[in-house]
DNA sequence: AATGAATGAGCTTTCATTCAT
DNA sequence: TATGAATGAAAGCTCATTCAT
């Protein structure tokens, strides 16, 4: 209950059919024969290598989460001062987006969100496993070690990690989606500077705080 | 090509009936049928309300950020200095957002998202009228007078307006979105605490820059 | 779970469609576009007074043994003695198959047959209530007070009634499908005189038990 | 249009194959792909032994059929008086009726029937060469010399043989494959006396017509 | 104005059959 | 000869929408 995938290079392309489609359809509202279609390949080829449209679903997602958090790792493992981390993956967040964007303009983000949300549901609902939010607390913990460095490193504030990085990372998230929709009424740099300067500075001119 | 409504109240009840549907079963996926059962009225009586399905995902949009609008705009009017005032905000959100979950658990913010994606996809397709990207604008503008107050104040940093307001509105949407979906995971007075301290004072523990 | 019809003449009307399309196409292999077809409705209409194919199936199997029960009930019914009234059962048997053969050519009994033999296989296989073979029983035990009133006046002979109606029952019933299908290669009144004569006086010639 | 077959055992594995999953999954919804994983064979393999799914069945039925005419045969053959010899072919169905039943329960008499339904049908409605019914009567025409024999004897009534004869087999499938049906509601001993008792010897008491 | 029975386009999924290897 | 990946016709079922009452 697990071997269906045969040809892996076709496994792939229907992924990739499926994203494609589903960007253009909506996720609930993609077609499975469109799917195939775009695939190049019969509707009944779809089925010998996903059991159902919702397992197509989890394969897109897992794809994107891999995705993610691939380009986050890599990011996290190099050898930068914390604070340049953190500048560093705003900037892969942006450029990353962008990428994807001008690289046939398929709303990835939107796909993944949607996914999330259509799982997410059932999770509640009570079908399903808790797959969703767990999924989503693993990237949380990915981004743990960067903000532990730098406190013990005494250049970050001594904050409560677990729920600092909840902060940042949801943050990032919901400032990449609007940028992803609102992409172009800003711009790109001063967005960048600006974040950077309130995450690490702060909104208040003056510490008031400081002794 | 507008004035279907003849009563009022019923108009409102099949809002409050799609919310409700559409909560349990997801917008592309909630029945027009659950919709006038929850409604109590009959099948056909909402299409003397409402032209289409997509005119009752636009009515309850509508709805919702109406609700959010008044929110957040009765906050911003008060009389308070502006760095209390993003502070109510902040708790102000998270607030709502629990009251919500306990009356009744259905997650609307999840609706908002869903509606937004499908209606935010069609706009991109071409379809559909420029509504969700202007209307999340409309969204920022709100924040505006709060930040310049506080530049003006010399309280905040003199950020450039636009894009500070966008980054703060994106950064507490993606939290309470995250927040929402891990609202077991987390302790919400913590994180209002250090979402505060990281926007007001910043991650970084001296500030470098300092004179 | 279980108030759907609504128009009960309709509900009549599709199931006599549906038996129309059995008979053509077989039970398995019988097309609800079809029984809409028949029945003069629209496809989705079927669903609006069935759940289901299997709903179907069991509407059809249910009218059939009511039919069938009726018929046997009323003739046992009937105030005449045990031997006359098993000689009249026989003929009726012969009689209502002859006439549903011309009304329409269209082979009842094998539909019957059909769904019973699914439906049996389903509750032998675990799914499905055990409702087939009950049923079934149902029938035998219609015939016993036959039997009894006969052995109690002394005109049959005092057989274990339980089995004995249970293979008068069931050989007429392997009579009734066997002549149905050979109908023309039979005269049928040479049948029914034949079997009175060696269900009522046996097969022997004389019968060398007689004291 | 005749010369498939290669490979004779393999032939013989397809046939035992599909009566497995027939038995199992019913003979219209036997899935061809069972049939290849039951005979541990490709799903290819088996159209170079059979060009349909059709000729599996119309194999299925020969097989069968050729079982059963084969175990009569034996019996009509042996150096017996005719009423022993009924007496015998009574014992043999119920018995080889339970032998299947415990041989892993497999429902052999049913894929029988379905197939036979299933053809019959076809051959009323025109498609299909007139085999089932014929096939039948070569059944019955097999007990004749039975029944001659004992009237010959002077030990049967002199009846019309062929319809005496139809009766007597058409009487004896009904009640195997009630027995079948509910072979767990009677006494196998108790049902064989019973039948042997009213077929030999008839219902009535006393043989009002006797001399 | 309100209704809900009727509808059919359209969807996912299945499976007998083909055919390149 | 044997295979199983590929296929698409076809089937059951859903549901937004219509419209007679």
Redo the contacts between chains.
């Keep these: 209950m697990t071997p269906l995938p045969k040809d892996e290079a076709k496994h792939r392309r229907i992924i990739q059919a499926a994203i494609q489609v589903f ?2 359809e ?1 996720v ?2 993609g077609k499975i024969a469109n799917i195939a279609k775009a695939a190049g390949i019969g509707k009944g080829t779809i089925y010998e290598y996903f059991r159902s449209k919702t397992e197509i679903f989890l394969a897109v997602f897992e794809y994107y989460f891999n995705k993610l958090l691939k380009g986050y790792e890599q990011l996290i493992r190099e050898d930068l001062d914390p ?1 340049r981390k ?1 500048e560093k993956i705003l900037d892969y967040t942006f450029d990353s987006l962008d990428e994807q964007l001008s690289n046939g ?1 398929s ?1 990835d983000w ?1 796909i993944f ?2 996914i999330f ?2 799982g ?2 059932n999770e ?2 009570g079908d399903g496993e808790l797959l ?2 767990d999924t ?2 693993k990237m949380y913990t990915l981004f743990e070690p960067l903000l532990e460095e ?1 406190i013990t490193a ?4 001594s ?2 990690t ?3 990085i ?14 992803f ?2 992409r172009n ?3 790109k740099e ?2 960048k500077t ?2 950077k ?11 008031s ?2 002794v």
Tied chains: 1, 2, 3, 4.
């Design positions: 960007a253009e909506g609930s509202n604070t953190i303009s709303p939107l969100l949607e949300l259509q997410y549901r509640i609902l969703f939010s989503l607390r730098g005494g250049v970050f504030k904050l409560e677990e729920h600092a909840f902060i940042l990372f949801a943050a990032l998230d919901g400032i990449g989606l609007h940028y929709i609102n009424h800003y711009q001063l967005l600006t974040i300067e309130i995450i690490l500075h702060g909104l208040l001119k003056t510490d705080r400081k």
